[in-house]
């Protein structure tokens, strides 16, 4: 986030207003204020020139039960991370909607049960997933999505997007 002339930017503010234009899962967990952006001799983002942000230092909390025992293995499997407690977020670990879709996988083999990938959207800690999947009324009584598993952007409609039929069958 850049300030404009003479203003000075209220992160808290920005997080708000984003909050009211984006889903959950879009929303950044960290912001950088820059007094300007690094631009390469082209003009474009110099993306090597940008700080590294500094890093937010969590307390670790373990799984509790199995189910989040599972969950926290599958994310830090998928994610390479050392490991995952029960209050750690998929998206803020580095998540994104390619490996939402290997966790989910991994997760339905390794629990048994169908995990639809809305949950993991709607729900990204650990803790919150975990019961989230064993839930009768989110998981089973709705079943798998697979137009949310196919197609992650709800406004596109994939009605007419079959391939045309040219000559005979």
Do not use: W
């Not at 909390?61 to 490991?83: G, K, Q």
């Not at 598993?149 to 039929?165: K, M, N």
């Amino acid at each position: 986030v850049t300030p404009a002339a003479g203003q000075a930017v209220d992160v808290a503010e920005v997080l708000a207003a984003v909050r009211n234009l984006l889903p959950p899962y879009m929303i950044p967990h960290r912001l950088l204020v820059l007094e300007e952006f690094p631009l390469g001799a082209t003009g474009k983002l110099d993306r090597a020139a940008l700080p590294t942000p500094a890093q937010e230092v969590r307390a670790y909390s373990a799984p509790v039960t199995p189910d989040e025992e599972a969950v926290a293995e599958v994310f830090a499997r998928i994610l390479e991370l050392e490991r995952v407690g029960r209050d750690d977020d998929f998206f803020v670990l580095g998540g994104t909607s390619l490996s939402a879709i290997r966790v989910r996988a991994a997760l339905t083999e390794r629990l048994g049960t169908e995990v639809p990938l809305r949950l993991l959207f709607s729900y990204p800690l650990v803790s919150d997933l975990a019961l989230a999947v064993r839930d009768e009324s989110a998981a089973s009584a709705s079943g798998p999505d697979p137009a949310a598993d196919i197609v992650l952007d709800p406004s596109i409609d994939v009605t007419d997007c079959a391939p045309g039929h040219f000559g005979e069958p």
